[in-house]
Every structure is written in structure tokens, then in C-alpha cells.
């Protein structure tokens, strides 16, 4: 949105940090539980069914635009419309639940408010004391955090 002229409540850097940090949350949380609930998947395909990945990144980023773009409504709307349509093509579609859908929104949108809380509260509040920076080592990849103190 900012390439295109439309601003919002953070600079560049900053609203790909928060949101960054909101799939990143909604990942820690979706991808543990589809492993340990083991729910069959409606098509009887896979047992990671619940909850709804898709349907909890669709809502994480649904209410990122709604909280970063507060002054222009529409904007949060049609997130909120897109990620809707999400969850409702994935149990059209025969790979969710109701559950699973409204527990990934559910999830999505804890998501980006705890991220916009974190860097609000706790980042801006006391300063940036950390460096995050991507790594790749054996074949895996991740992050490594260094926190100043």
C-alpha cells in the first residue's frame, strides 16, 4: 500500500516488521496444533486438518490492514472480505471444518493484534535492543535473535 501512495500508521520498515511478526505468531501457533490434534481433513486426505492455516493467515492479514490502515476503513474491509471468502472456499472445498476455519481466524487475529501490541508496548517503548536476522544451517532455516541488554 505504501508503493502506491496510500500511508498508514507505520513507515515501511516498520509495517513489514508488524507483520512479519503476525504470520510469524500465527505460524508457531497454527503448525504445533495440526501436528498434535491429528484431525482428519473432510476429504479424508491428511490428518492435519485443524486449525485452518490459510483461514489464519488470511485473518492475520486481514487485521493488519485493519489496525495499520485505522483512517481508511474500506481498506480493512476488504481484508476482512478477502480473508471471509477464505475461510468459506476452504470448507467449499472439502479440506476444513467450520471449527478449523473459525479457530485459523481465530488465531489470525490474535496474531496481528499481538504484534502490533509488541512493537507499540514493548519494541517502541524501550527501544529496538535486538537484531533479527534470517540463517540457513544443515538444511534448515530460521531465524537467529540477538537481544542487547
Not at 495440526?34 to 487485521?63: C, L, M, V, W, Y
Not at 474491509?77 to 471468502?85: I, S
Not at 536476522?133 to 535473535?145: E, Q, R
Request: proline content about 3%; aromatic content about 18%; glycine content about 8%.
Amino acid at each position: 500500500m505504501n508503493a502506491f501512495g496510500v500511508k498508514g500508521r507505520h513507515n515501511y520498515k516498520d509495517a513489514a516488521l508488524i507483520y512479519v511478526g503476525s504470520i510469524s505468531i500465527a505460524s508457531a501457533f497454527v503448525l504445533p496444533l495440526k501436528i498434535i490434534t491429528k484431525e482428519e481433513r473432510p476429504d479424508f486426505s491428511t490428518n492435519n486438518s485443524f486449525p485452518s492455516g490459510h483461514t489464519a493467515f488470511a485473518f492475520a492479514s486481514a487485521e493488519f490492514l485493519k489496525q495499520e490502515y485505522k483512517d481508511k476503513p474500506l481498506i480493512g474491509y476488504a481484508g476482512y472480505a478477502v480473508a471471509t471468502a477464505t475461510g468459506i472456499l476452504r470448507m467449499y472445498n472439502n479440506r476444513h471444518w467450520f471449527g478449523d476455519v473459525l479457530a485459523g481466524a481465530g488465531f489470525g487475529i490474535a496474531s496481528a493484534k499481538l504484534s502490533f501490541f509488541l512493537y507499540d508496548k514493548v519494541f517502541v517503548k524501550n527501544g529496538w535492543n535486538f537484531t533479527l536476522s534470517p540463517v540457513y544451517n544443515n538444511k534448515t532455516a530460521g531465524f537467529a535473535y540477538v537481544y542487547n541488554f
